[in-house]
Structures are given as C-alpha cells and as structure tokens.
C-alpha cells in the first residue's frame, strides 16, 4: 500500500467542482488496483498506458479529473493478451480479473481488474482500500493495429460490422430460434472457430467480434486505434510511434506511464483545446458506488421489511465502517 498524503480523503474543491471524502477515498482504492497492475506488468515487462480520460487527467490535472470516478488504462493488442494471460495467477488477495476469456457473465471486449464481486466491510479489506467498501477496478483497453492496405482494413471492418449486427439480434440468453442457431452455424463456418455451447451465443459473439478485431499485427501496421470505435464510425488513427515508449507522469501522489505520443492522442480524441477544462457531472451515473448502496439498501429494506430514508442509510453506513 502506497503512503497516503495528510489529509488526501479530506473532501475538496477542484475546478470549481466539490469532491467528497468518499470519492477520494475510491480514488484512492482505484489506485491500489493500479499499483497492482503495475506490479505484474513490471514483473513480466508488459508496457501499458494511462488512456481516456485517465490520460487527461494526468496530463491536465496530474491526477483524476475531478468530475471523473474511473481509471482507465490500454496496451499494445500483443501486450494486453499477455497481460491476460498471467495475470490471474499473478494477483494478489481481493484482485480479480475479468475478461471475454475467465468469465462467461463479462460480454465487455475491454477487460477489467476488480476487488470482488460485492461490496466489503472486513477490516482487513478496508485498510488495503483506505476505507472504500464498494468494489472498484479499473478498465483496461486493446489497443489493435490498424492494417497499412486500405482494401484489408475495409474488409476487417465489414467483419466486424457483421458480427456486431449478428449480436445485436440475438437474445444474451437461450433459448434460441432456429434462425438464430442457422445464424451461428454459419459464422462458425465463416470464420473457422466453434462456438462455446456453455456459454451463451451473444458471449460467443462477443469472443469472435475480439479475435476479427486483432487480426492483424505490427508488422502489418503503422496506425492503431480502436477497432469497434472504427468500426462504428470514428474514423481516429494513431501512429504506432505514440505508444512505443512511454514516461512517467504525476497522478494523484504516484504516477503513471503515459504515452510519449500523449499530445497527438490527447487531440485526436478531445479537441485541440483538450487542456481547457470542459466540467461535467462525471460519466455513467456519477458517482458509481450510488448503485452499490442502492443495492445494499434494497437488501436491507427486504431483509427487515421496512423503508428507510437516504439520510437512515448513509447514517448505517457510517456506523458500519467505523465497526
């Protein structure tokens, strides 16, 4: 566990926006996810990078933008399915990771470090979180290679056009429609691969539509993007060069690698004026743990077959974690 600077959890003010003590302290969480990435990445010489709006934070903030709740990080394609393929022996007590390849429930092509399935009051959880109950991660990203003939990169993208459209016409669960089987055998056939009858077909899908996306490799390439986004339309390629090699840059009271390439990414993806703040309220209902404690408070309004109000509940929760 990293040393925590006096008074970091205390709620602030940053770019006019109000942080609470308990998104500081997710922060916090969400950084010894990070530091255990590092750890392993270290450990096996896997390069990896601060991506999205993790990237503008550090180059802009030097740290979470502060009306942001995640931390987002990508790698190389080759480097992410190694990643993928030590790391669940590699991660320590709490660490899971979650990907197309471990879990049949993640449908998600980006994979995921998470501390648990559910939130955690244990002392010991606790204190390697910095009192933060709920379950954080952080998403990490391929990053594919886009192929130098333009007649091979069409053709990649129309697979992979088809294969979304196949998903999105069939249900995440069976039973499933003679049409939709008929379906599924020819893309077996199409691309050569056998379906998983184990897991569901909408998973499977979600498989094939990651292997289309790597097909091709550094040598065939000198831009790299991501394959579903262009796919679906944005039209951003990055030179290769913008992620062979990377610095460390301040993120909260650590840092992170950041892309040497990190300004032409950083216009590609936000604008020429990415370093003027733009505030917003967060992404993907801001602040995420509110899910988490609607949850608990259904199962406690269940379990005792009552109602309590918001202000009840957030009182319980304090008491919990003092307990």
Not at 139 to 155: A, G, Q
Not at 183 to 199: C, D, G, I, P, W
Request: a negative charge.
């Amino acid at each position: 566990m990293l040393n925590i600077p006096k008074n970091y959890y205390n709620s602030q003010t940053r770019s006019n926006f109000f942080i609470e003590e308990k998104m500081k302290r997710a922060w916090a969480a969400q950084i010894e996810v990070l530091e255990e990435i590092k750890r392993i990445c270290n450990k096996h010489n896997i390069p990896f990078f601060a991506d999205w709006g993790t990237l503008l934070g550090a180059v802009r903030h030097k740290g979470f933008i502060p009306w942001d709740d995640d931390l987002d990080i990508g790698m190389l394609r080759n480097d992410y399915n190694k990643f993928l393929n030590v790391a669940p022996d590699e991660l320590s007590n709490f660490f899971e990771l979650k990907s197309l390849y471990n879990n049949p429930l993640h449908d998600n092509v980006k994979a995921r470090i998470i501390t648990g399935q559910f939130m955690n009051f244990s002392k010991e959880y606790l204190e390697k979180f910095h009192g933060c109950p709920y379950v954080v991660g952080i998403d990490i990203f391929p990053i594919d290679y886009i192929p130098k003939d333009t007649v091979k990169m069409n053709e990649q993208l129309e697979l992979i056009n088809l294969i979304l459209t196949a998903a999105s016409s069939i249900p995440t669960e069976p039973p499933y429609s003679d049409d939709i089987l008929n379906l599924a055998s020819k893309l077996e056939r199409m691309f050569n691969v056998k379906f998983n009858t184990k897991n569901s077909l909408f998973h499977e899908f979600k498989k094939l539509l990651d292997m289309v996306s790597q097909m091709y490799t550094i040598s065939d390439s000198c831009e790299v993007c991501s394959m579903i986004d262009l796919a679906c339309g944005w039209d951003y390629h990055i030179p290769i060069e913008c992620y062979m090699s990377s610095i460390e840059m301040p993120f909260e009271y650590t840092t992170i690698p950041v892309p040497t390439g990190y300004d032409f990414i950083l216009k590609t993806k936000y604008g020429e004026n990415y370093m003027t703040p733009i505030q917003g309220g967060g992404s993907h209902d801001y602040p995420f743990y509110k899910k988490q404690e609607q949850a608990l408070k259904e199962v406690i309004e269940k379990e005792y077959n009552m109602s309590i109000s918001d202000d009840d509940f957030n009182m319980l929760l304090e008491e919990k974690l003092k307990s």
